[in-house]
């Protein structure tokens, strides 16, 4: 499989509690996009890198929520102290930028968390 | 106000209807739009860019209107397999990839 893939799939926690997730985008791909979706609502933007660099975070970004993308490669989220507040899917989507600044984000399945 | 607005339906039709989505958006600097798709508990998948001149993609046809600040789709002959959640979608101005999603619009398609 060659598309996005996320890491877990699920997850159900309890508040208070710190979890991580992974994104492991398409190969080559320099751009990766965290994103959080609530029920009847479209997806929210967090944050984004550009390769290893973090070049934007949303204000929903709270200083509970942290993301790095070492390599330029698979990206991690975590989250601190969760509040119930936090359960949401969270997606990952990857894109490939070209000069022209153009490109198509790729979703990958999400991580559902669900704080309990 | 939200920076991406759509009605968020249900919308129910028959299929062969044709039916139309409608969005609109604050930023008048933003430059790219597009259409996604969502299955339910399923990740957006792109459906098509909107030009400006408007496009078409087989029963798909999106519009563009930059002076009133707005989207549409329009799908032609619905068929059961079109029933999801339809996301427009506005980039954000300036140098940056971020996306900006309406609520979605859903649509179910009954034979």
């Known amino acids: 499989d060659t598309g996005v893939s996320q890491d877990p799939r699920h997850k159900i926690t309890k508040r208070g509690q710190n979890v991580t997730f992974r994104c492991d985008p398409i190969?080559?791909?320099?751009?990766l996009y965290w994103y959080r979706q609530t029920l009847g609502q479209g997806p929210e933007f967090l944050t984004y890198f550009q390769n290893e660099a973090q070049l934007e975070k949303s204000r929903l970004l709270s200083d509970r929520f942290s993301a790095e993308r070492p390599k330029g490669s698979f990206s991690t989220l975590e989250i601190q102290r969760t509040e119930q507040g936090d359960s949401a899917m969270y997606l990952c989507?990857?894109?490939?930028?070209?000069?022209?600044?153009?490109?198509?984000?790729?979703f990958g399945p999400g991580t559902r968390l669900l704080v309990l | 106000r939200k920076e991406v607005e759509q009605d968020p339906g249900p919308f129910n039709v028959p299929e062969g209807a044709t039916v139309a989505f409608n969005c609109t958006y604050s930023?008048?600097?933003?430059?790219?739009f597009f259409w996604y798709r969502q299955d339910c508990r399923k990740e957006p998948k792109l459906l098509m860019s909107v030009y400006s001149s408007g496009n078409e993609d087989g029963r798909f046809t999106a519009q563009l209107n930059r002076a009133s600040q707005y989207i549409s789709l329009l799908i032609r002959d619905s068929k059961l397999s079109d029933s999801a959640t339809y996301l427009c979608v506005v980039r954000a101005s300036g140098n940056t990839g971020k996306l900006i999603f309406g609520q979605g619009t859903t649509l179910q398609v009954k034979p």
């Open positions: 930023n008048s600097a933003s430059q790219s």
């Open positions: 989507a990857s894109s490939l930028v070209g000069a022209n600044l153009q490109e198509t984000q790729y």
């Open positions: 190969s080559e791909h320099n751009r």
